[in-house]
């Protein structure tokens, strides 16, 4: 169980397109959804807490209007990176909260590539 | 965020030795300290966790040990096999909200 679904894999766009990341838990409602990025050999950092039906909390530094987050249901979470540019690139992970023994789990990762 | 403190950065250890990597936090809020373990390309995966009124917990080969008065927590895997050649992340939360996470510890076991 507590199973998170990340699409896509990965994606390669140009310059100043936008491109959106799905996250979807499949057997468990997420209230509450949680978007990471990830640069090469580094850690994750949080950018923004996504609400069910609410408007997401940014962290601070990460620019609300360039990574548009929507959590319309309680299964589903998308992040809309908005006019890419290549400093954009990197690995983009969700997490949602199953609660019990599962604590969070995570989806698989995008890697996204502007060129 | 609150600072998760990890170390060491990279570790290599024999087959069948024992790998541990410590963390170290501030925040006395924290109530839920995980271990994760990430492959390169994938996301990461729950490997074992703690609560603070447990001073140790194995799973496996897997074990947490955690210091709550110093505030650390470690984890150690035992009889480390070229499997585990992965980077692990020690994290902390409090109540529902977001994991905080240390800077990663590259484990590579050597056959």
């Known amino acids: 169980g507590a199973v998170v679904s990340q699409h896509p894999s990965w994606v390669i766009c140009k310059s100043g397109t936008s491109v959106k990341i799905e996250c979807r838990s499949l057997?468990?409602?997420?209230?509450?959804m949680f978007w990471y990025r990830q640069f090469p050999k580094q850690s994750l950092m949080l950018m923004a807490t996504?609400?069910?039906?609410?408007?997401?909390?940014?962290e601070q530094g990460v620019e609300k209007d360039k990574f548009l987050i929507n959590h319309a249901s309680l299964t589903l979470s998308t992040l809309t990176v908005t006019s890419a540019h290549p400093e954009d690139s990197s690995f983009y992970i969700c997490?949602?909260?199953?609660?019990?023994?599962?604590?969070?789990?995570f989806g698989s990762g995008t890697r996204l590539t502007v060129v | 965020q609150q600072q998760v403190k990890q170390s060491p950065q990279s570790l290599i250890v024999q087959k069948g030795g024992i790998s541990i990597i410590n963390c170290a936090y501030e925040?006395?809020?924290?109530?839920?300290f995980p271990w994760y373990q990430q492959f390169p390309g994938k996301g990461p995966a729950l490997l074992i966790a703690?609560?603070?009124?447990?001073s140790e917990k194995k799973e496996g080969r897997f074990t947490i040990s955690f210091n709550k008065s110093a505030k650390q927590f470690s984890l150690h895997i035992m009889d480390s096999q070229p499997g585990d050649s992965a980077t692990y992340f020690c994290?902390?939360?409090?109540?529902?909200?977001?994991?905080?996470f240390g800077s990663g510890t590259r484990l590579q076991v050597q056959p």
């Open positions: 925040n006395t809020a924290f109530d839920y």
């Open positions: 057997d468990f409602q997420a209230t509450t």
């Open positions: 703690i609560r603070p009124d447990v």
């Open positions: 997490s949602a909260r199953a609660g019990g023994a599962w604590g969070y789990t």
């Open positions: 994290a902390a939360s409090t109540g529902r909200r977001a994991l905080t």
């Open positions: 996504s609400n069910e039906g609410s408007k997401a909390t940014y």
